[in-house]
């Protein structure tokens, strides 16, 4: 009766002060009041409040304020509500107010009434944030509006908007989305605007003085970035954490205005400037390129500069050309100097190669000290050396094509037009290409002449680039009678002692056509056993001289067949200096020797396919295809195991799995195992070259486990990535997928290594399970899942797993108290241990404890219940069944357990998992909280059903 008349005082006294509710809303909050509902009547309140806007929102606000005063007035006393507002005029944060309610409420000794006053504070403390927000939102926006014009209406409406209901970041966003949309004089008034706002505001916070500094600094041309860590500094100095945190926001979004003014300024002078150097584009290539500028767009402006470029041709190329290099030049005279500059012309005009020159713009540049400056003239350099090669290689193609017109009469005007064509455009590949094939078309009298005019070509190109006493003693060979092979074998000597390797490329490749010309046999043959030494001096001049013996031995002793797997346990072990060049050249051997087996339809097949841009997997795939149709017989036999090597070669590798150990130690000191000493890598080499391989493993896990803790971290993270790596490589691709999409479904290490001894498991018996078996106990390890040996899932063997995947959010002190439980025999007050760090924890970390607990409660409870339950469970929370109901469900399936230590820990743990969840104990009570049958008699006239639901409301 008392409580009702309560209820019923409570309800006149404050009635005053919820007029804005509805009918509707006032009788149901009054409803929720008679049932002693009151978490349901704060609920509502806040409900019906959120949905209000405008003058209704208002009045609510002003009601519930006064609700405040009148309940802590009353709570408190005048005096305390006296020095609260005192407080708030005089413009104290509402944090500092909160804390200092907080203290008077902990001055109550009833605690029923202390609860009511802390409940009350929180909503309070709602009403008079919002108030004091609209207030300062509003005295900002008129304060700002000077600097918003430039907005269209809609957008001022939606920005208002976003201000009033507190969006901060939105309004940023949407400022910075209608910004960016803008062009011309539009832009240029926001810019203006917006970098008034930005002086009016930093003025504000930092005062006159220091914007006054900033202003110097940008007059005076300090960097952005100079300016920037200015302010940065004046930010630093603000000790409210909450202006501070707007100071920063604002700082970032200053700088992007001030940034964008000063390049369009930049972009207007450049473009002056250098506006005589681009004369050549079209109106609409110089708008498209202009508008790139102006967006700040350099790498689309240098990309289509190309483009256009590349799509000139004739006069209009020669006039880009030379315009382009006057802005070479222009520029590199303004950024290096006028001497720089005059330095750089003597080289040219002293035939000087390219890539001299290149090299001397490179120090040139590497002189630079303003980074930004230097990339412009990086990224410059590159651009003008390709002008100034084109430049010179047409000067040089010309020449060319004038010197030596005379040895191709034989060709059709159409063929002749499209030699020129290709060498223009600089495709030498393509003219050998194409010479070769229309040479190869003809016939008769007319293969004779095109004959004699090319060997015309090859000696008239070998004496310009050997001389006549080389040609002289070439002919006297071939007078003689000497085998061309010889011949070509001198050809390639004078062709070492070449020192410009651009002039040695060109002089191979008319090698290989004039040994054609000449009469070297098109037949395929044992490249072998005819081109052994060839073979050595061409592929594998990085072999030492004792390799290289080693190799020949084979050859003398007939063999062949292991001379390929000689090659590559060589290429296998090559130190890191050469591994570079042997792969090179290995794979420069195998495209020479596979097209000798395959035949040359095939090989041009393989070409056409590289050209396309197919990768070397596709590649490979192709290759093995073209094998396989081949007849059975030695070609076939060659070209199978040469395809086995060189698929290791071009990093394709053999689809058969391969002990990585025996061929990757090297690579896992860099990639894995960066933190053992180099004491522990010593010792690993050596037990490999001791053939102890398979101890390694374990050997690596004793460093691991031994490790310093500054480098834990490091070593878990590496070796978890190798243990990625390499049984992925053992358990096969479609295998290695599965557990990939697992882990990203948040899948735990627990049931990661669960579903890998599964899969490892229905493995063929052979040597990839048994390295896959070894390798994954090592790995559960280093991802701290222990054996999977039955054992106590909850204390006994998992408690550092535990601390990892569930426990993070507890102190070191607490793990230790924790271990000592563990070590003295008290596993069974573990979870209760647990459960105080919980309900103790920072509200820091309360939502993280939560989590990780509620995950531990999940993966405890299938442990004990199995997965059929778990997937039951599951399903019901899926379904959107309540964390009560679950409850309910749970309680049901752990009282049909059999009795025994399972059940008993079933039953803990559904316990402590309640409160991690938020279910209160199912204990009957009354609504009040008392645990005494004698109660029932006052509500026997309730259905089953009805005093579950008040059960159900008073646990929620």
Same mark, same amino acid.
């Given at each position: 009766?008392?409580?009702?008349?309560?209820?019923?005082?409570?309800?006149?006294?404050?009635?005053?002060?919820?007029?804005?509710?509805?009918?509707?809303?006032?009788?149901?909050?009054?409803?929720?009041?008679?049932?002693?509902?009151?978490?349901?009547?704060?609920?509502?309140?806040?409900?019906?409040?959120?949905?209000?806007?405008?003058?209704?929102?208002?009045?609510?606000?002003?009601?519930?304020?006064?609700?405040?005063?009148?309940?802590?007035?009353?709570?408190?006393?005048?005096?305390?509500?006296?020095?609260?507002?005192?407080?708030?005029?005089?413009?104290?944060?509402?944090?500092?107010?909160?804390?200092?309610?907080?203290?008077?409420?902990?001055?109550?000794?009833?605690?029923?009434?202390?609860?009511?006053?802390?409940?009350?504070?929180?909503?309070?403390?709602?009403?008079?944030?919002?108030?004091?927000?609209?207030?300062?939102?509003?005295?900002?926006?008129?304060?700002?509006?000077?600097?918003?014009?430039?907005?269209?209406?809609?957008?001022?409406?939606?920005?208002?908007?976003?201000?009033?209901?507190?969006?901060?970041?939105?309004?940023?966003?949407?400022?910075?989305?209608?910004?960016?949309?803008?062009?011309?004089?539009?832009?240029?008034?926001?810019?203006?605007?917006?970098?008034?706002?930005?002086?009016?505001?930093?003025?504000?916070?930092?005062?006159?003085?220091?914007?006054?500094?900033?202003?110097?600094?940008?007059?005076?041309?300090?960097?952005?970035?100079?300016?920037?860590?200015?302010?940065?500094?004046?930010?630093?100095?603000?000790?409210?954490?909450?202006?501070?945190?707007?100071?920063?926001?604002?700082?970032?979004?200053?700088?992007?205005?001030?940034?964008?003014?000063?390049?369009?300024?930049?972009?207007?002078?450049?473009?002056?400037?250098?506006?005589?150097?681009?004369?050549?584009?079209?109106?609409?290539?110089?708008?498209?390129?202009?508008?790139?500028?102006?967006?700040?767009?350099?790498?689309?402006?240098?990309?289509?500069?190309?483009?256009?470029?590349?799509?000139?041709?004739?006069?209009?190329?020669?006039?880009?050309?030379?315009?382009?290099?006057?802005?070479?030049?222009?520029?590199?005279?303004?950024?290096?100097?006028?001497?720089?500059?005059?330095?750089?012309?003597?080289?040219?005009?002293?035939?000087?190669?390219?890539?001299?020159?290149?090299?001397?713009?490179?120090?040139?540049?590497?002189?630079?000290?303003?980074?930004?400056?230097?990339?412009?003239?990086?990224?410059?350099?590159?651009?003008?050396?390709?002008?100034?090669?084109?430049?010179?290689?047409?000067?040089?193609?010309?020449?060319?094509?004038?010197?030596?017109?005379?040895?191709?009469?034989?060709?059709?005007?159409?063929?002749?037009?499209?030699?020129?064509?290709?060498?223009?455009?600089?495709?030498?590949?393509?003219?050998?290409?194409?010479?070769?094939?229309?040479?190869?078309?003809?016939?008769?009298?007319?293969?004779?002449?095109?004959?004699?005019?090319?060997?015309?070509?090859?000696?008239?190109?070998?004496?310009?680039?050997?001389?006549?006493?080389?040609?002289?003693?070439?002919?006297?060979?071939?007078?003689?009678?000497?085998?061309?092979?010889?011949?070509?074998?001198?050809?390639?000597?004078?062709?070492?002692?070449?020192?410009?390797?651009?002039?040695?490329?060109?002089?191979?490749?008319?090698?290989?056509?004039?040994?054609?010309?000449?009469?070297?046999?098109?037949?395929?043959?044992?490249?072998?056993?005819?081109?052994?030494?060839?073979?050595?001096?061409?592929?594998?001049?990085?072999?030492?001289?004792?390799?290289?013996?080693?190799?020949?031995?084979?050859?003398?002793?007939?063999?062949?067949?292991?001379?390929?797997?000689?090659?590559?346990?060589?290429?296998?072990?090559?130190?890191?200096?050469?591994?570079?060049?042997?792969?090179?050249? +290995?794979? !420069?051997?195998? @495209?020479? *020797? %596979?097209?000798?087996? &395959?035949?040359?339809? #095939?090989?041009? =097949? $393989?070409? /056409?396919?590289?050209?396309?841009?197919?990768?070397?997997?596709?590649?490979?795939?192709?290759?093995?295809?073209?094998?396989?149709?081949?007849?059975?017989?030695?070609?076939?036999?060659?070209?199978?195991?040469?395809?086995?090597?060189?698929?290791?070669?071009?990093?394709?590798?053999?689809?058969?799995?391969?002990?990585?150990?025996?061929?990757?130690?090297?690579?896992?000191?860099?990639?894995?195992?960066?933190?053992?000493?180099?004491?522990?890598?010593?010792?690993?080499?050596?037990?490999?070259?001791?053939?102890?391989?398979?101890?390694?493993?374990?050997?690596?896990?004793?460093?691991?486990?031994?490790?310093?803790?500054?480098?834990?971290?490091?070593?878990?993270?590496? +070796?978890? !990535?190798?243990? @990625?790596? *390499? %049984?992925?490589?053992? &358990?096969?691709?479609? #295998?290695?997928? =599965? $557990?990939? /999409?697992?882990?990203?479904?948040?899948?735990?290490?627990?049931?990661?290594?669960?579903?890998?001894d599964e899969i490892i498991e229905k493995m063929a018996d052979g040597a990839d399970k048994k390295r896959a078996a070894g390798m994954s106990k090592g790995c559960k390890k280093v991802f701290g899942v222990a054996s999977r040996k039955r054992r106590d899932h909850h204390h006994e063997h998992n408690l550092e797993e535990a601390f990892t995947e569930f426990l993070p959010w507890i102190t070191e002190e607490q793990k230790m108290e924790l271990k000592n439980m563990k070590e003295a025999g008290a596993q069974d007050k573990i979870s209760e241990k647990v459960m105080?760090?919980?309900?103790?924890?920072?509200?820091?970390?309360?939502?993280?404890?939560?989590?990780?607990?509620?995950?531990?409660?999940?993966?405890?409870?299938?442990?004990?219940?199995?997965?059929?339950?778990?997937?039951?469970?599951?399903?019901?929370?899926?379904?959107?069944?309540?964390?009560?109901?679950?409850?309910?469900?749970?309680?049901?399936?752990?009282?049909?357990?059999?009795?025994?230590?399972?059940?008993?820990?079933?039953?803990?743990?559904?316990?402590?998992?309640?409160?991690?969840?938020?279910?209160a104990a199912r204990k009957r009570r009354n609504l009040y909280g008392e645990y005494d049958e004698r109660y029932h008699q006052y509500y026997n006239w309730l259905s089953e059903e009805q005093k579950e639901e008040l059960e159900e409301l008073k646990d929620s």
């Open positions: 009766d008392r409580k009702r008349r309560d209820h019923h005082h409570d309800h006149e006294e404050y009635k005053e002060y919820f007029t804005w509710l509805t009918p509707e809303q006032g009788a149901e909050v009054k409803a929720l009041r008679d049932a002693g509902n009151h978490e349901a009547v704060y609920g509502k309140m806040e409900e019906y409040y959120a949905a209000l806007s405008g003058d209704k929102k208002a009045e609510a606000t002003e009601k519930l304020k006064g609700s405040c005063k009148h309940f802590f007035t009353k709570a408190l006393g005048a005096d305390a509500v006296a020095e609260l507002k005192t407080m708030k005029e005089s413009g104290s944060s509402m944090d500092d107010i909160a804390k200092k309610v907080e203290g008077l409420i902990n001055t109550i000794t009833d605690e029923k009434k202390k609860a009511f006053a802390t409940r009350a504070s929180v909503n309070c403390k709602k009403i008079f944030s919002a108030s004091r927000k609209r207030r300062d939102h509003h005295h900002d926006h008129e304060e700002y509006k000077e600097y918003f014009t430039w907005l269209t209406p809609e957008q001022g409406a939606e920005v208002k908007a976003l201000r009033d209901a507190g969006k901060h970041e939105a309004v940023y966003g949407k400022m910075e989305e209608y910004y960016a949309a803008l062009t011309g004089d539009k832009k240029a008034e926001a810019t203006e605007k917006l970098k008034g706002s930005c002086k009016h505001y930093f003025t504000k916070v930092f005062g006159a003085e220091a914007v006054a500094e900033i202003k110097t600094m940008k007059e005076s041309g300090s960097s952005m970035d100079d300016i920037a860590k200015k302010v940065e500094g004046l930010i630093n100095t603000i000790t409210d954490e909450q202006k501070k945190a707007f100071a920063t926001k604002a700082s970032v979004n200053c700088k992007k205005i001030f940034s964008s003014s000063r390049k369009r300024r930049d972009h207007h002078h450049d473009h002056e400037e250098y506006k005589e150097y681009f004369t050549w584009l079209t109106p609409e290539q110089g708008a498209e390129v202009k508008a790139l500028r102006d967006a700040g767009n350099h790498e689309a402006v240098y990309g289509k500069m190309e483009e256009y470029y590349a799509a000139l041709s004739g006069d209009k190329k020669a006039e880009a050309t030379e315009k382009l290099k006057g802005s070479c030049k222009h520029f590199f005279t303004k950024a290096l100097g006028a001497d720089a500059v005059a330095e750089i012309k003597t080289m040219k005009e002293s035939g000087s190669p390219m890539d001299d020159i290149a090299k001397k713009v490179e120090g040139l540049i590497n002189t630079i000290t303003d980074e930004k400056k230097k990339a412009f003239a990086t990224r410059a350099s590159v651009n003008c050396k390709k002008i100034f090669s084109a430049s010179r290689k047409r000067r040089d193609h010309h020449h060319d094509g004038e010197e030596y017109k005379e040895y191709f009469t034989w060709l059709t005007p159409e063929q002749g037009a499209e030699i020129k064509a290709l060498r223009e455009a600089g495709n030498h590949d393509a003219i050998y290409e194409k010479v070769d094939g229309y040479y190869a078309s003809l016939s008769g009298d007319k293969k004779n002449e095109a004959t004699d005019k090319l060997k015309g070509a090859c000696k008239h190109f070998f004496k310009s680039v050997f001389g006549d006493d080389a040609v002289q003693e070439i002919k006297t060979l071939k007078e003689a009678g000497t085998p061309m092979e010889e011949i070509a074998k001198k050809v390639e000597g004078f062709i070492s002692k070449i020192t410009d390797e651009k002039k040695k490329a060109t002089a191979t490749r008319a090698s290989v056509n004039c040994k054609k010309i000449f009469g070297v046999s098109r037949k395929r043959r044992d490249h072998h056993k005819h081109t052994f030494e060839e073979g050595v001096t061409e592929f594998l001049p990085w072999l030492t001289d004792a390799q290289k013996a080693e190799i020949k031995s084979l050859k003398d002793s007939g063999a062949d067949e292991k001379i390929g797997e000689k090659i590559m346990e060589f290429f296998d072990t090559v130190e890191a200096s050469k591994k570079a060049e042997a792969t090179t050249k +290995l794979q !420069a051997g195998c @495209k020479h *020797f %596979i097209s000798g087996y &395959i035949g040359e339809a #095939a090989a041009t =097949e $393989m070409k /056409a396919l590289k050209e396309s841009g197919a990768s070397d997997a596709d590649m490979t795939k192709k290759l093995e295809e073209i094998v396989g149709k081949m007849p059975d017989g030695e070609n076939k036999k060659k070209a199978i195991e040469m395809t086995k090597n060189c698929k290791r070669v071009f990093g394709v590798a053999s689809r058969k799995r391969r002990d990585h150990h025996k061929h990757t130690l090297e690579e896992s000191f860099d990639k894995f195992l960066p933190w053992i000493t180099e004491e522990q890598k010593m010792e690993l080499k050596n037990m490999k070259e001791a053939g102890a391989s398979d101890k390694i493993g374990e050997k690596i896990l004793e460093y691991f486990e031994n490790v310093d803790a500054s480098k834990k971290a490091e070593a878990t993270s590496k +070796l978890q !990535a190798g243990c @990625k790596h *390499f %049984i992925g490589s053992l &358990i096969g691709e479609a #295998a290695a997928t =599965e $557990m990939k /999409a697992l882990k990203e479904s948040g899948t735990s290490n627990v049931d990661m290594a669960k579903k890998l105080e760090y919980y309900n103790t924890v920072d509200e820091s970390k309360k939502g993280e404890a939560t989590t990780k607990l509620q995950a531990g409660c999940r993966h405890f409870l299938k442990h004990l219940l199995g997965d059929d339950v778990a997937g039951e469970m599951k399903t019901m929370h899926e379904a959107g069944s309540s964390p009560v109901e679950m409850a309910k469900k749970l309680d049901e399936i752990i009282s049909k357990m059999e009795d025994g230590e399972k059940k008993t820990k079933a039953l803990g743990l559904s316990k402590n998992c309640r409160t991690v969840y938020g279910v």
